[in-house]
């Protein structure tokens, strides 16, 4: 049997805020300069490019899989894209899927466990806040990234 927990947000201001902090991310993006967004690396971090491939790997997979019920491992194998514009239209594909996928979630969905990726058994809720947190985590660093390259991005709250 389903069990509903108490409600603090609703299913459709979750996915405006996730979304807002992917618009946020999308402009980050767009921002970067074609050659820093492969290349630019401070203290051994990934360049963003790389970080971007992963948060491609993670959100629409992984929202993709808690819907279907299939655990399918985690690969960061992208489609070897070359050019930033292919970033974003991958973006714009994510965006798209997760909105998709997101009309199929009921409440009760949010508090059963589903294995993420056959690594991380959590309630769903939990998985879809690690997606959200993982996000601001890379962009956090794209941050810097963009300031060492002397590149003003935007304010962290205009999502």
């Known amino acids: 049997m389903k069990t509903l ?3 603090v947000i ?10 807002g902090h992917r618009a946020l991310t999308r402009r980050l993006i767009q921002l970067f ?7 630019f690396s401070i203290g051994g971090m990934r360049p963003f490019a790389k970080l971007v491939d992963e948060l491609l790997a993670i959100a629409g997979p992984g929202l993709k899989g808690i819907v279907n019920k299939e655990v399918k491992p985690f690969t960061e194998e992208s489609d070897k894209l070359i050019f930033k514009a292919q970033y974003l239209e991958k973006w714009d594909e994510a965006t798209a899927e997760i909105n998709k996928y997101w009309e199929q979630l009921s409440v009760e969905d949010f508090s059963e466990n589903f294995n993420l990726f056959g690594q991380y058994e959590f309630p769903v809720i939990q998985n879809i806040l690690y997606f959200i947190d ?3 985590h890379h962009r956090g660093q794209a941050y810097v990234y963009l300031r060492a390259l002397n590149i003003e991005p935007p304010f962290f709250w205009e999502r």
């Open 134 to 136: 993982n996000e601001v």
């Open 33 to 39: 300069p074609e050659k820093d967004f492969f290349e």
């Open 5 to 7: 927990e108490a409600q």
């Open 10 to 19: 609703s299913s459709e201001d979750l996915l405006k805020h996730w979304q």
